[in-house]
Structures are given as structure tokens and as C-alpha cells.
DNA sequence: GGGTTTGGTGTAAAAAAAACAATAAGACTG
DNA sequence: CAGTCTTATTGTTTTTTTTACACCAAACCC
């Protein structure tokens, strides 16, 4: 037994489900491995817990020294701890998601070195660990989370038009595109709620009708919030 | 200290938010500490995990050892791993709750040791640990499972009549009694999913008109599933 | 200026939720 | 056994929410 295994008990993990949408697609930002085990295979970024950290923070380093993003939308989903899980030794992972802007997303050395990249949730192959079963479920998370609360804005840049923001629920929630949800009820729902306000500004570079710029309001809705409102759709 | 070993100076507990429902109201089963830290105060109910052990068999262990019960609802909620938490060191721990029937409890030598009490989710004193917290982040999820799952009948005898199903609503839920929820709009949705059975049975001992039994037949429940249904209250 | 593409809008029907109160059944009392 | 007490049981109406559905407008491109 090797020096490091010898000391090899028992550490817990965080893994981090980093959610985007571009192209009309939700993906997830993957690394792939440079070190035994699972060496050159996709994974969730990750990383042990440091013996002063908080479980949130390590989250957060994570994130940061992967994107260089600070400050975005992070949630804790579910604790994985299988015995056999890690085939080095006992190592239970605590998964977070989290959604960010793909735009904000700047290549840090950590991602460089790390080779990340974005991947169509649709098209992820097999990753290393449980980490397939991971992101499943966090996915899932997401899927019920999006319909009641409003972080489908996390992932939109902060000016956006209504088309976007449906496509961004018909591709999270896996609906056929345009046909999953009716343009009219949906924007009847989603301005009906008064947290939307329209910008003095329209979409710029299509070669089309421009569409209307809308920004979610979250002052106002925290204050419906307070008052009992709840968000749905 | 080598960095390496300092990564495994730790280690992870579960904890159990075990619910009842007697007398009408919710409650929790809770455990006086007969050992430092806290000695004295209740706490919930929970373990090391031991290293050949998943999360889910820990939190099954911990519940059949105060309860003598096996086989129970019990889902896993979120981890606790803030640095401080514990006095004595890193440990995070994992939160389950799990719903069980107050009349199948029985005393074990560890509830007896432990001096186990089922205490009302609303006198709930100061807590050892982060329990308080954990407790909080348990009922909340409850309240929220209680009404998009068919999870209410594990707190339940078998069979249980419309009224008392009622009363657990407005109990978890925190609703005035009687008031929260209107009984003959209750009625007619619970009844309206068909995942009710009549029993050829009325309840009995009671010093007024005695009402229907019914059961719940999860394979019904099972197969609306399938078929896309989804339970909703 | 005509073609192409997406943006934007309202109404009617159906379904679901909420509001609401009187009668029935059994147990107990005297 | 008649009367009282307590909880059980049952439907209808109104309101709200959800669904279904189709045409004209605006900008760009050629």
C-alpha cells in the first residue's frame, strides 16, 4: 500500500453540475480528467473539501477557479456516498448546480489546463465516477426548479427577449421546440406575474423583426414574494 | 500534519428527522444526550457513518435501532457541513427525515437508553448541534413532498379515516384546524385521484356517527404514475 | 417592392378551484 | 325510547385558471 493510500480513509468531495445556455441549448461544462483514475474521461469540475472550508465555499472555489465567475446562482442538490463509488477509497461527494451566463464565462488557467468544455445535455457520453447519475438528478433538480422559482434568469444574458426565455424553458424542460409551450399563453403568464420590465431597447443584429429587451425585476419580485405571491409556470 | 492526512481528519455523520402523527398533531422523535458534547439536551437521532457503509443503510440503522423498524419512508435531505458545527471537529453530517406510523413504534434498548421522546413540532426547544436548523430544513421539505406525493399514508395506520387524512394535511401544513382546508373540496379531490380504497370497515369506539376506512393502493397509485399522473394537493 | 422570417397580439371554450350549508348516522343521557 | 350531541357525508354555483387557436406587423434581404 502506497504512502497516500495508507493515510486514505475517509474525504468528502464537492462536485459542481455548471449549467449554460447557448445556442438554444442547455449544456453543461465539463472537464476532462488529466490524472488517474478515469484519466482523459469527461467529469463534473470537483474537488476535496479543504479542512476550513464551508461545504457552500468550496462550491464556490470550485466555480471561480474554474470560470472565474463569483457571486452566481448555487445550489445544493444531494450527497452521493456509495461505498464503492471512489475506487481509491471512501469518498462521499456533496453535488452542487450551479447557473451562469455563458457569456460571463472567461477560460482561467484551471479550465485551460483542465480542458473544459461545454456539452449539449443531450449529447453527454459517459463520464467518470457516478458522475452520469449526478448530473441526472441535478438536472432533474433543475428541470422542477425552473418551474418555481425564478432562475431561468441565471442563464440568460441580463437583457433578453420573451422568445429566448421560452426557449430557454423548452430546452431545459426538454419540450419539442415551439411546440412544448404556446407563445401566447406563455407570454401571457410570464407578464401577467409583473416582474418582467420592457427596456427602452430592441435585439440588434437579426435579419428579422427585432424583438423587445426585457430584464427580470427582482426588487419587485422579492417584494411580491413577501406578499404571498408565489412564481409558477 | 501533512496536507494529505489533514484532508482526512474527518468525517460525516447522518441524522434522522424522524415524524409521527398522534393526537392530531405532528411530531418528531427526538433523543436526550447522555454524553459531551451537549449532555442533556435533546438532539436528533444520528451516527458516524461507518466506512463500509452507504449514506442510505446509515440513516436505515440509525432509524431501526431507536425504533425497531425497518423498511420506512426515508429520503435524504440536504448536508450540513459548516466548519464549526461540531465541537469536536470536522463533521458534516447528512440529513434524512423519514415518516413513520406512531403505533408501530416500539421502546428498543436504544430509545430506551437514549430516552427517546416524541416531542410537537411546535414546542420544540433549543437543540443540540445545528439540530434546530436541520429540523427546520426537514419540516420544510416535508411540507413540501406532503403535497406533491403520496407520502401523508406513512404517517397514517393503514387504515384511517378522510377526516383524520385531513388533519394530517392541516397539521404538517400548519393550517388552522378545521379552517385551513375546506372539507368537502378536500373530499372530492383526494377521492377524485382513485388511489383511495373504501374499506368494509368503520371506525370504531368513537361516542359519535362513526366513520369509513379507506386505504391507500399504491399500485393503483403506481400505475396512474405510469400513465402520467401526478399527485397534487 | 416583393419575399422571407420572426415578433406580437385576443377571444372563446374547457377545466379546475373555491365558496358555501343542510341532512344523516350513530352514541349517549335521562 | 325520545331527545340531544357530535361528527360524517354529500352537490351546486361561481370564479379563476388553463388551454386552444390564427392573423397581421415589422424589419431585413435581395
Chains 1, 2 share one sequence.
Not at 470550485?62 to 456516498?81: A, I, K
Not at 451566463?101 to 457520453?125: E, R
Not at 449526478?134 to 422542477?144: E, M, V
Amino acid at each position: 500500500m502506497s504512502e497516500v493510500e495508507s493515510f486514505f480513509k475517509s474525504a468528502f468531495s464537492v462536485d459542481n453540475v455548471i449549467f449554460g445556455f447557448d445556442g438554444g441549448d442547455l449544456k453543461v461544462l465539463l472537464i476532462q480528467r488529466g490524472a488517474a483514475p478515469f484519466r482523459g474521461k469527461w467529469a463534473l469540475p470537483g474537488d476535496l473539501v479543504y479542512p476550513n472550508e464551508d461545504l457552500d465555499t468550496a462550491a464556490e472555489r470550485v466555480l471561480e477557479q474554474l470560470t472565474g465567475l463569483r457571486g452566481v446562482y448555487l445550489e445544493q442538490v444531494r450527497t452521493f456516498g456509495a461505498v464503492n463509488r471512489h475506487p481509491l477509497g471512501r469518498v462521499i461527494t456533496i453535488a452542487y448546480f450551479s447557473l451562469i451566463k455563458v457569456s460571463d464565462f472567461a477560460l482561467t488557467p484551471a479550465s485551460f489546463a483542465q480542458s473544459a468544455h461545454w456539452h449539449s445535455i443531450s449529447s453527454v457520453g459517459e463520464l467518470a465516477f457516478d458522475h452520469n447519475e449526478i448530473l441526472d438528478i441535478c438536472l432533474q433538480r433543475l428541470q422542477r426548479k425552473v418551474r418555481n422559482a425564478p432562475v431561468g434568469f441565471e442563464l440568460l444574458p441580463q437583457k433578453f427577449t420573451l422568445t429566448e426565455l421560452q426557449q430557454l424553458y423548452e430546452s431545459v424542460l426538454n419540450l419539442p421546440k415551439n411546440k412544448g409551450l404556446d407563445k401566447r399563453n406563455f407570454r401571457k403568464k410570464i407578464l401577467s406575474m409583473n416582474v418582467l420590465v420592457e427596456c427602452d431597447e430592441m435585439q440588434e443584429g437579426v435579419a428579422h423583426r427585432p424583438a423587445k429587451l426585457y430584464q427580470f425585476d427582482r426588487e419587485r419580485y422579492d417584494q411580491f414574494v413577501a406578499e404571498g405571491f408565489s412564481f409558477d409556470i
